[in-house]
């Protein structure tokens, strides 16, 4: 029987990453779809109540570009999927995000700044679901952002996670 060891009880703010380790989603994923995940590891279970989104860019955002000037095409997709890379729920309805106002739209705390002489910043913290309860990943389970469009013209652009990691311990309580 699985036991909560609270003594191995972690709050932690990852970067999502690449199959390569990158947490920088700036490349031409455009021929070639690329997830940026996060998965648990066996015996861990990981609550994730919040997704981050940081995009920095050159010039002044509109809410119908993606950063200050990047038109998508395909978009980017948030996914809960198992270890066999299976979709367990799309987390935007099957429908992708093309633009700033998306991610806008989508969340309660957001950041913008906007300067015309610097870099400027979009910061969302999107919540995982309206119920305000955490998406749950169990050993091979992964929260998938997938990029589908050219994100090379960003200075930055990353995701990350507000998560809480729990170690299961298994004790046989028939001794």
């Not at 999927?81 to 995000?97: R, W």
């Not at 633009?99 to 999107?126: K, Q």
Request: hydrophobic share 40%; aromatic share 12%; proline share 5%.
């Amino acid at each position: 029987m699985p036991v909560f060891d609270q003594s191995s009880f972690n709050l932690l703010f990852p970067y999502l990453r690449d199959e390569g380790g990158n947490e920088n989603a700036i490349g031409d994923y455009s021929d070639t779809p690329t997830d940026f995940f996060i998965a648990a590891p066996e015996g861990d279970v990981i609550a994730i109540p919040a997704l981050f989104i940081s995009i920095e860019d050159l010039g002044m955002f509109r809410y119908c570009d993606y950063g200050a000037s990047a038109s998508l095409t395909n978009g980017i997709s948030l996914q809960h999927t198992d270890s066999e890379g299976g979709e367990i729920m799309s987390l935007t309805n099957g429908v992708p995000v093309k633009c700033n106002g998306h991610w806008i739209s989508s969340s309660y705390d957001r950041v913008l700044s906007e300067d015309p002489a610097v870099n400027n910043w979009l910061i969302v913290r999107w919540s995982m679901g309206s119920d305000r309860l955490p998406l749950v990943l169990r050993y091979g389970d992964r929260l998938a952002v997938t990029l589908n469009d050219d994100f090379s013209g960003l200075v930055s652009h990353r995701f990350r996670v507000q998560a809480a990691v729990a170690n299961y311990m298994h004790r046989d309580w028939g001794e």
